[in-house]
């Protein structure tokens, strides 16, 4: 009695076993399905056509007047206007952190031209494949550059130099010109006005400096 119980315990576990095993065959029949709405979902799909929206677009652009987390105002620049670039400016003011950011985003996306020295004397001018002089921030030229001319050059580009836009968002500009600023002002620029009275470390415990902390660590994930 005991040894037809275990043979077919056996046999139980031998023919569960086999069932198991995937025949190669792809199986998208999911069988009976308890609750269909939770395998079949009732949600359009991105860029199908949808009945809801007069314009007939399941994906939406975002809602006016509004922001997606992590990101800022828009400027409200104009291409080619060199009168408001001259003006334009910022109110944001950065931490030692934050500096250090500016720092570390400036050499990858403009150290290549512009030089880790800041003085135009960048890898990709030197080997000669790039014929245009890049900007030597240490130049008596753009020492006392405004800054809006400058946050200008990166979104829109000037001349040889192509739109950052895309790549570096509003928060990462100003910090990369905060960096630059602030290596021209210990060579000969003007004084430093990007910088944050608060210390890295009073800055975590003050909330609006901490809310400004946060897109460093997302630029870092946008890497
Ligand atoms: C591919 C090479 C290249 C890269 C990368 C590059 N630049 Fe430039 N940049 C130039 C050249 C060339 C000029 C000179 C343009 C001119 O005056 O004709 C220039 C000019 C500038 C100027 C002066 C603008 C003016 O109005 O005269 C600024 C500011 C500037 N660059 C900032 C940056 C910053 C910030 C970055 C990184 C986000 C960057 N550049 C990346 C090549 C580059």
């Known amino acids: 009695m005991n040894k037809t119980k275990s043979i077919l315990v056996a046999s139980l576990i031998v023919i569960l076993g086999l069932a198991s095993c995937n025949t190669g065959n792809k199986r998208r029949d999911p069988g009976r399905v308890y609750a269909p709405d939770m395998f079949y979902s009732r949600a359009y799909d991105a860029y199908t056509s949808n009945p809801n929206f007069a314009d007939s677009q399941t994906s939406r652009p975002p809602v006016t007047g509004t922001i997606a987390v992590g990101h800022m105002l828009p400027d409200h620049l104009a291409e080619g206007d060199t009168t408001a670039y001259k003006t334009y400016t910022t109110s944001l003011r950065f931490n030692e952190d934050e500096l250090a950011e500016g720092k570390r985003l400036f050499m990858i996306y403009c150290a290549i031209c512009h030089g880790p020295e800041l003085d135009g004397n960048g890898p990709l001018y030197k080997s ?22 400058m946050y200008a050059a990166v979104k829109y580009g000037k001349n040889m130099m192509g739109s950052y836009a895309s790549q570096i968002d509003i928060k990462q500009r100003w910090m990369i010109l905060a960096f630059i600023k602030k290596t021209q002002s210990e060579n000969g620029g003007d004084a430093f006005a990007f910088g944050s009275a608060a210390t890295t470390a009073s800055a975590a415990a003050a909330t609006d400096t901490t809310k400004a902390k946060a897109p460093v660590a997302d630029a870092n994930k946008k890497g």
């Open 128 to 149: 000669g494949k790039f014929a245009a002089m890049p900007a030597n921030f240490k130049d008596a030229k753009y020492l006392h550059m405004p800054v809006g001319q």
